[in-house]
């Protein structure tokens, strides 16, 4: 049996993944998001608002048998304000902090902490984002989250380099491109004003160039299944 643990499944990407996924007999799905919007017989769904990172602490990743590949897929991500630093709230900054990368280190310790022993395959998948690996203007606190957030996944891959090769845990950090989610909606509404670049988001929806949440799920499962051909921690579907 193959478990899956992903969070934000609610919607976008994280919905498409869950989706998918439950369309293979042998896979159980764990959904972590504040609402459930799916509903089948393997798929198992724990309210938990991640922008609490002591509720994030509550979450225990259960002992499992018979284990073919277990997978934690830290989908969630939030940009609450698209302004400047200094026009900021303080409560927005603190909470996507909390959701970008705080809650996903607190899951990413725990899932090391319960698997690092199994001899299945364990696979860690964090949806970074470009934004992480360069500026952007109004973006301060999510380019800033991503970034650790593949640092974070960096660092992991080294650690898990010193225990033996059948107990090392796989991990990436990968940037989806540019998907027409809530988050993009949020995007074009942003005034000029505290936004500069927006045009160009309203300009990749005109022109049909943004990806689908479908379409970006099955790359990151194409990542997950051929995991061994993939040597590079941090990836960009747009470049696979």
Not at 147 to 171: G, H, T
Not at 212 to 234: H, M, Q, W, Y
Request: net charge neutral.
């Amino acid at each position: 049996m193959k478990y899956y643990f992903i969070t934000g499944t609610s919607s976008g990407i994280g919905k498409a993944l869950t989706e998918q996924l439950l369309k293979e007999n042998e896979i159980n799905v764990i959904g972590i998001s504040r609402t459930c919007t799916i509903s089948h017989p393997n798929y198992q769904h724990f309210s938990l608002d991640l922008s609490n990172t002591e509720a994030a602490k509550t979450f225990n990743f259960p002992e499992l048998t018979n284990t073919q590949e277990i997978v934690l897929i830290n989908n969630a991500g939030v940009m609450s304000e698209i302004k400047r630093i200094g026009q900021q709230q303080n409560e927005n900054i603190i909470n996507n902090y909390n959701v970008n990368i705080v809650s996903p280190s607190i899951l990413m310790n725990n899932f090391i902490k319960a698997y690092q022993n199994y001899t299945c395959n364990r696979i860690i998948l964090n949806v970074s984002s470009g934004a992480g690996r360069h500026t952007v203007d109004a973006w301060s606190v999510y380019c800033a989250s991503k970034a650790a957030l593949d640092m974070f996944s960096k660092n992991i891959d080294l650690e898990q380099s010193f225990f033996p090769k059948k107990k090392q845990i796989k991990i990436f950090s990968v940037a989806p491109g540019v998907i027409e989610t809530q988050m993009q909606e949020q995007i074009r509404k942003t005034s000029e004003k505290d936004f500069s670049d927006v045009k160009k988001f309203v300009n990749l929806k005109n022109d049909g160039l943004l990806s689908s949440p479908e379409e970006t799920a099955g790359f990151l499962i194409k990542i997950i299944n051929n995991r061994d051909n993939f040597k590079e921690v941090i990836s960009d579907v747009r470049n696979l």
